[in-house]
């Protein structure tokens, strides 16, 4: 595991096992090449800060890649091309940091909706179907906190996506994983809202990579959001929300 965190007013890249995490003196370019320079420095997980794991050229989101939570919040059930949309660094936040409601009365119904997040590894461009999964480097786990009355009411998505705090990423990037075949379940105050399968994706991963490869290059630390089972619901102030990836993590907000 791959993380990213706060030690002597610096950040570093480490790598955890169990409980500590082992320093290193390379950044993520070097690390997604394999290049993984320890500087013998070692912290306790819990003793540090854990941040995103990775700060990207842009963070891409697909929307509508399961039937079901597209028929649920309006969309097309099977799309002949995939949706897709962008949201701001500013809406980066890490585990166990808040998700902060807007209070200027634009919005009344804002909502969770957990995925898998894929990685960028290396620059690609016009990627082959074929090739897609070369180019990542690692899952986490990504919650894309969506102000729902005004991606209805909007006709693109980014003022509804798109305010500070609302995409929560981490706790750490997972290699090796086939994300073809990862549990999703997010938890409401320790309710299961929602609980599904990146295999019910309508489109799938390898194809989702190549088609946006003809449209932006995808550079290293690159975000890419799958999209959302569906039980995507309203959250408020004052809930805890939870995102498991199974064999990637858990990952925890609390919502001011």
Not at 121 to 148: H, P, Q, S, W
């Amino acid at each position: 595991m791959i993380v990213r965190y706060l030690a002597d007013d610096q950040s570093h890249y480490g790598l955890r096992e169990g409980n500590n995490i082992i320093q290193l003196s390379s950044d993520f370019s070097e690390i997604a090449n394999g290049d993984f320079k320890k500087d013998g420095v070692v912290h306790q997980y819990n003793n540090v800060k854990i941040v995103e794991p990775v700060r990207p050229s842009k963070i891409v989101n697909f929307g509508w890649t399961y039937a079901k939570h597209a028929m649920e919040t309006g969309g097309k059930a099977h799309l002949k091309e995939p949706f897709l949309f962008l949201k701001p660094l500013s809406a980066l936040i890490a585990d166990r940091e808040e998700i902060v409601l807007p209070h200027n009365n634009m919005t009344s119904q804002v909502e969770l909706e957990g995925e898998v997040a894929l990685i960028i590894g290396k620059r690609g461009k016009n990627i082959l179907e074929e090739e897609a999964m070369n180019y990542v480097f690692g899952c986490t786990i990504f919650n894309d906190i969506t102000a729902r009355d005004l991606t209805r009411d909007d006709p693109q998505y980014t003022r509804g996506k798109g305010f500070d705090t609302f995409g929560p990423l981490g706790p750490h990037v997972v290699t090796g994983l086939d994300p073809s075949n990862l549990q999703i379940t997010s938890r409401l105050n320790n309710k299961i809202v929602q609980d599904s399968n990146t295999s019910e994706m309508t489109l799938k991963i390898p194809y989702l990579i190549s088609w946006l490869s003809q449209i932006m290059t995808l550079e290293p630390g690159d975000v890419i959001a799958t999209g959302s089972p569906s039980g995507s619901c309203a959250i408020k102030s004052g809930d805890t929300v939870e995102v498991e990836v199974r064999d990637v993590g858990k990952l925890q907000n609390y919502v001011r």
